[in-house]
């Protein structure tokens, strides 16, 4: 959540973006065999995929958060969102909208696994961009950021990987039909690209289809992280002192963080309020409360009490 110069992560992702079907193939695959990416010719006959994709499949399930950084071992978010058999998990196949708000945000507040995509949705707010800006932005937050050297031609390619990751594709018919595939980030809207194809744009959106849970679970997490009770509202905007801020990774105006944050506040009554002090406006969490079932309550359709 915090960017820590010492440990971040660049170009793991093999050159391959995150596909539609790969979480639920590599998370069922390590159900069925908790040590499968340990051999990963084994893994390249059973997943029937590419060794280079299966190293990105790994790479991704850590990214997002579905399996452990340091091991194999699959999270308690991962078991509650991919889990195909019983209890069966909230979205097994990626098939709710809300799945895909919420990747994006496990992705876009990983500054150690995913560091690309923190300094993107974080600190990269030029709303026109080319490629080549991109690239060029990246590299100087790395210089001024990360302790260790990066190559220039890895972080080429990781800011490829993003946009492909979130613009939606043109329907090529000479590309292959499995790179035509879009990822399931495109679907959101957050970075388009112009007419032409010759720059992109990342720009504040009312996000209509944000659901509130994935904020909850994302405002939640940033307290946790933190280890405080109460936020400025700037600071749940933009990113401060190395932290994910839900405004930023959004993509959202101010008013419209605002707008959202006092919808919180109306759903899930006792535990946010906003209070102004001294002309600071500040989100209070009133009560600790598990983000997972924030996210259980949202797809078993339940109140929050009841989620179990």
Same mark, same amino acid.
């Given at each position: 959540m915090k960017l820590n110069p010492e440990k971040t992560s660049f170009g793991r992702h093999e050159t391959f973006p995150l596909r539609y079907g790969w979480l639920p193939k590599g998370f069922q695959a390590v159900q069925k065999d908790p040590h499968i990416f340990e051999n990963a010719d084994e893994a390249t006959v059973r997943m029937g995929v590419g060794k280079n994709m299966v190293h990105s499949i790994r790479y991704w399930l850590r990214a997002t958060g579905m399996m452990a950084s &340091?091991?194999?071992? =699959?999270?308690? =978010?991962? %078991? %509650? =969102? =991919? &889990?195909?058999e019983k209890p069966r998990g909230w979205d097994p196949y990626l098939e709710d909208e809300t799945t895909i708000w919420l990747l994006h945000w496990l992705l876009a507040s990983n500054s150690e696994l995913s560091t690309t995509w923190f300094w993107f949705f974080n600190s990269f707010h030029k709303p026109k961009f080319t490629a080549q800006e991109a690239q060029v932005a990246l590299r100087d937050f790395v210089k001024a950021n990360v302790k260790s050297a990066v190559a220039t031609t890895t972080l080429k390619s990781d800011a490829a990987v993003l946009l492909r990751m979130y613009v939606q594709s043109k329907g090529n018919t000479r590309t292959p039909l499995e790179d035509a595939l879009d990822s399931p980030l495109s679907v959101l809207g957050l970075i388009n690209q112009e007419p032409g194809g010759k720059s992109y744009m990342s720009q504040a959106s009312p996000r209509h289809g944000l659901p509130e849970a994935v904020l909850a679970y994302a405002v939640i997490e940033l307290f946790r992280y933190r280890e405080v009770q109460a936020l400025p509202l700037e600071e749940l905007m933009y990113s401060r002192q190395g932290y994910a801020a839900p405004g930023a990774v959004f993509r959202l105006s101010e008013s419209t963080l605002v707008g959202k944050l006092e919808n919180l506040v109306e759903v899930f009554p006792g535990i946010f309020e906003i209070r102004e002090t001294a002309g600071l406006h500040q989100l209070y969490q009133l009560d600790e409360v598990d983000p997972l079932k924030v996210l259980n309550a949202h797809y078993r359709s339940r109140p929050l009490e009841s989620a179990a």
């Open positions: &340091n091991d194999y071992s =699959l999270t308690q =978010l991962g %078991k %509650k =969102l =991919l &889990n195909e």
